[in-house]
Every structure is written in C-alpha cells, then in structure tokens.
C-alpha cells in the first residue's frame, strides 16, 4: 500500500538496564559445556532488569534521543508507547512514562499503540499519518520491554535470546528528502498461538492459576519460522514495488533481531549478506518491541546510515504479523 508521508527522523536514543548476563555465565548457571548457550542461541550477552521498570528505562530513551535531536520537552505535543509488555494493566504505559518523565513538566497527549515486536513499527506508520494531516508536530515514540521475567533460560532456543532494554525515536514534519514512501504490514492468524503469554487479560486471569502456570512466554519456534519464511519473500517484494524502488537502492536493511537463525536467513533471501544488514543480536539478544527502534539507531549511529539514504525496516511479531517500512532518512 504505497503510503508517503513527508517525515523526518530527528533523532534516537537507547537504554538499557545494567543488569548483564553472558553466555558463559548462562554456561555454568544451566551446567552445560563452555560454548554452549552461544551455540544455540547466538546471544553473547543480554541485559536484564533488576531494579528497572519499562516505564524508567523509556523516561532515559526519550531523553537520549531528545537530545540527539536538539530538541526540548516543550517543542513535543504527543508520547507514544509502542511495547509488547507493560509495567502494569492499569494505566496504559504512555502514562507511565510520561509519569517518570518528571523534569518534563510540559503536557501532551499519550497513547499505546500494542503490536508485539511490531509495536514501533505501526506506531511509526500511524503517528507518520497524523504528523502529515497536520494532526501533530513534533512526536516521540518509545519501545520499551522487560521480557526475560517471562523467560526459562532452561529452555535456550526459544527462551535464552531475550535481553530488556527501551529506544526511542523523535519524529517531525519533513523538510525535503526525508520521507516514508510505503508502508505494508499484513497478519497471518494462523499462527496466533505460536507465540503468545497466555495470562495477564480475561481468557487466563491470574485468579483462575494460583501458580502462574499461564504467566510464562510460549513460542512454537519451528512453526513460527516456516510460517514466515513462506510469507516474507512475496511480503518484501510487494513493499519495495509500493515504494518504487529496489533491494539495490537501498543502503540498509534495518530487521526486529528475533533470532540468530532469522537474520542469517533472512539477509541470505532477500540478498542483504553483505553488510547491508544491522545486526545487534549478540549484544542485545531480542528486546521484542524495542528491538527494531534498537536496531534503527545503531543504524544511524552505528552503520552510518546518512540523510537521504534509503533504507528497509522489516519485522514480524505474535500474531503472526508481518510489517516494514521503506524510508528514506
């Protein structure tokens, strides 16, 4: 669906907890031989949350890319949460952090946009929208996830890949080149139960499983995989022929990191093996929602992504759905 807004990244900005687990720690906490958790999941080290909320480590990412932009609380007229988890049902996690933004006296309007890992991506896609209608200014979007409380590290492939963290993105009108040229994103119900926490709403309140049996995150790795290998090849091919271009003009492809093998799969197939591809995994592991805004800013201050340059951000999250963006910077 050929969608161009005349928008601007302005800037980005990273948080993580210091809490940090290695693969060899992982080694010798589960008893496995040295190299192991490397092995299978391809994460070198995680950070994880001991003290920190979402909602802080969101508060410390906005202020980063706030600052990378050159630009003030004051000049920002709405905050969108865009996270897979939540600090708490009740109230949504834009009024959270808004909440520990405490030195940010000035009000605007917040909102969650909720899509698993693809939260960033749609929230980019809507607030793109409402920035070209006039609707709003100046907009900082923030991901921030804490998922390894979920996780069994006992079971590596599909478990020992998260790491928490938060990023955030500061967009504006454009003021030339800048811009999103198509936007597409599609689900596949499917495979709704190949990744999912089942507790947490009404369907498995936690009344009902005193022991939180429901409470731990499930993934059916294999099925998850195959599913979207089909999918993605002719998925990429229709939103690159939406935005006029080809996988030649682009400088970048900016991917959700889910999964070593996802990455190392999906630059072989769509033809980004050649250092056309931002890869973070081993340093982050998956961060779910904050892992594409992650990887977006290692993209510009990592990869050298430069203004007017084109680029691809590619994701998929539970759902299963399929989102990407093609912009140019």
């Given amino acids: 669906m050929n969608s161009e807004y005349l928008v601007r990244i302005a800037g980005t900005g990273v948080a993580v907890p210091e809490g940090v687990v290695t693969a060899a720690e992982l080694d010798a906490r589960l008893g496995l031989p040295v190299g192991e958790v490397l092995r299978v999941t391809g994460v070198a080290k995680r950070h994880t949350a001991v003290r920190e909320t979402a909602s802080l480590l969101a508060a410390q990412a906005v202020g ?13 007229d709405c905050l969108v949460c865009a996270s897979a988890t939540m600090d708490q049902a009740l109230p949504y996690n834009a009024a959270m952090v808004l909440a520990e933004l405490k030195e940010f ?6 909102l969650d946009v909720g899509a ?49 963290g938060a990023a955030a993105v500061v967009l504006r009108r454009g003021d030339g080149a800048s811009r999103i040229h198509a936007v597409r994103s599609v689900t596949l119900p499917e495979g709704v139960e190949f990744c999912q926490i089942r507790s947490g709403g009404t369907r498995y309140h936690r009344r009902g499983f005193p022991e939180h ?19 993605l090849p002719g998925f990429v091919e229709a939103l690159l022929a939406d935005a006029g271009v080809k996988s030649t003009d682009l400088a970048l492809m900016i991917p959700h990191q889910a999964s070593r093998q996802a ?35 290692f993209a510009i201050h990592r990869h050298g992504l430069q203004r007017r340059q084109k680029a691809l951000l590619l994701g998929t999250g539970a759902g299963v759905s399929i989102g990407g963006i093609v912009f140019t910077y």
């Fill in 263 to 297: 990455l190392d799969h999906v630059a072989k197939l769509l033809g980004f093996d050649n250092g056309r591809m931002v890869d973070v995994f081993g340093e982050f592991g998956n961060q779910v929602g904050a892992s594409l805004p992650t990887a977006l800013h």
């Fill in 213 to 231: 049996s429901e409470a731990l995150f499930e993934m059916r790795g294999r099925q998850l995989y195959a599913l979207v290998a089909r999918e």
């Fill in 116 to 164: 698993s890992c693809l939260s960033f991506l749609q929230a980019l896609d809507l607030m793109s929208s409402a920035i070209s209608t006039g609707r709003h200014a100046n907009v900082v979007i923030v991901s921030a996830d804490i998922s390894t409380f979920t996780t069994g590290y006992r079971n590596l492939r599909e478990n020992g890949i998260f790491g928490d």
């Fill in 64 to 76: 980063s890319a706030l600052a990378d932009a050159g630009m003030c609380w004051n000049e920002i």
């Fill in 105 to 110: 006296t000035h009000r605007v309007t917040t």
